[in-house]
């Protein structure tokens, strides 16, 4: 079995006495692409909010071993900074020496050209690929999407999917959430959230 980059015990979260979350238990090893779907409203962004940490659940525990990066699904950027300007801010968040590994997942996305435009200016498409490199550019040991093809036009999916191949090589883990399962081939874990609970499925499955 391999290192464990991230682990889940008995996370349960109910809003107004609603339980959305009944003891989800969740382990994912270094170097895997895991994939959690499920129907709008199944709890996926409260489960993703709570590993990231910006929800305290009402019970269990996440570890997280190493750096973690979160790309949650509604974009969060200031309109009037430009791309680059973004990018120096989180250096400067991050405490990084420079900005060489966002500008290498810019050329990788290919949105590189908008460095200097305004977050204001950009389609939701490429707001959608600086949000992934503002969540990546301090190099996570696990990355968490939520919805991360929103916008994504064909070229733009494929590249997405060549990263998270080469972050996967790198020993890096993804864990990506989405209401629909697109190209679960590609996905190590396959896992379906219903009810409140969390329940593995064969990868490649529709």
Excluded at 32 to 60: D, F, M, Q
Aim: proline share 3%; with cysteine.
């Amino acid at each position: 079995m391999g290192r464990r980059a991230l682990e889940v015990e008995e996370v349960r979260h109910s809003y107004r006495r609603r339980p959305v979350l009944r003891g989800v238990d969740l382990r994912l090893r270094a170097g895997t692409l895991t994939g959690i779907v499920g129907e709008n409203g199944a709890g996926k962004s409260t489960l993703l909010k709570i590993l990231a940490g910006e929800l305290r659940p009402c019970h269990g525990t996440v570890r997280h071993h190493g750096r973690f990066g979160y790309c949650p699904q509604h974009v969060v950027l200031n309109d009037s900074l430009t791309v680059h300007q973004h990018l120096k801010f989180f250096q400067s968040a991050f405490r990084l020496p420079d900005v060489r590994r966002a500008e290498e997942i810019m050329n990788v996305l290919g949105f590189a050209e908008y460095a200097n435009e305004r977050a204001r200016a950009l389609s939701g498409g490429t707001r959608q690929k600086l949000n992934l490199t503002l969540a990546l550019m301090h190099d996570p040991q696990v990355l968490l999407l939520d919805e991360p093809y929103q916008g994504f036009d064909w070229d733009t999916y494929q590249r997405f999917w060549d990263l998270a191949a080469r972050l996967r090589t790198a020993g890096r883990s993804i864990l990506i959430v989405s209401h629909l399962a697109y190209d679960t081939e590609r996905l190590d874990e396959l896992w379906t959230l219903a009810g409140g609970v969390l329940r593995p499925r064969a990868a490649g499955t529709t």
